[in-house]
């Protein structure tokens, strides 16, 4: 089974800056998906971004990149010049590439400060 | 709206009554998923229908879970019995086709509450 390790549960960025979010996950495949999602207080889980495994370019929309490191499994998400709107709980998630169902990490609590 | 939509948004049960929690996808979304959100956790999968099939049960935590797709549309996933741990936020995701590496689109969530 897989699994996915989010170790901040807290983070606090002011806005303009630049903050990272972590990300791990356990697997034995090797053609797999992996996701950030954004929940914010209203509760709707929205898609940030997306990585395919056999990709090797890092994923990028607008102010959003992740860092894909596979061998360490690892799926760092970079938000840049941080927003008031970007206040919400990440979810980092895998998808294994037989499968359907997605696996979530239990989150990281952004807040962005003025 | 072009989302997927879930109702009621809040639902408060008595322990031991039932309860239905529907979902409408995305149009022309042939995957439906249910996810069980428990406070200050990451969403779970419950179960998983492509079309009206019911491809995947294996999150399902009890025979007192049900879920539908009669037309392969709307969905409803039942509870029987509802007991208190299965105080948790619903979620209904779909995707276009539920192959490998389709994104899923969540909708906002059913909050229930037993009492």
């Known amino acids: 089974a897989q699994t996915v390790t989010q170790s901040q549960p807290e983070m606090s960025v002011q806005e303009a800056e630049t903050v990272t979010l972590s990300c791990t996950y356990d697997?034995?495949?090797?053609?797999?998906?992996l996701f950030w999602y954004k929940q914010p207080p209203s509760r709707q889980m929205i898609l940030v971004i997306r990585?395919?495994?056999?990709?090797?370019q890092n994923a990028t929309e607008n102010r959003f990149s992740v860092n894909f490191q596979k061998a360490a499994k690892s799926f760092s998400l970079k938000i840049s010049d941080s927003q008031l709107g970007d206040t919400a709980m990440y979810f980092c998630a895998f998808l294994d590439g037989t499968a359907s169902k997605l696996t979530f990490g239990t989150g990281t609590r952004l807040q962005v400060t003025l | 709206g072009a989302g997927v939509s879930q109702s009621p948004r809040y639902k408060v049960a008595k322990r031991g009554q039932d309860v239905a929690l529907r979902c409408d996808p995305i149009?022309?979304?042939?995957?439906l998923f249910w996810y069980q959100q428990a406070l200050g956790q990451g969403p779970e999968f419950l179960t998983y229908f492509q079309n009206e099939a019911q491809l995947d049960k294996s999150g399902l935590p009890s025979d007192r879970f049900f879920a539908e797709r009669p037309e392969g549309s709307v969905s409803t996933l039942k509870i029987q019995r509802t007991q208190q741990e299965d105080s948790a936020v619903y979620l209904c995701a779909s995707s276009l086709a539920g192959g490998p590496g389709d994104t899923q689109y969540f909708g906002p969530g059913t909050r229930l509450t037993v009492l």
């Open positions: 697997t034995s495949e090797s053609n797999y998906y």
């Open positions: 149009s022309g979304h042939v995957s």
């Open positions: 990585q395919e495994a056999y990709k090797q």
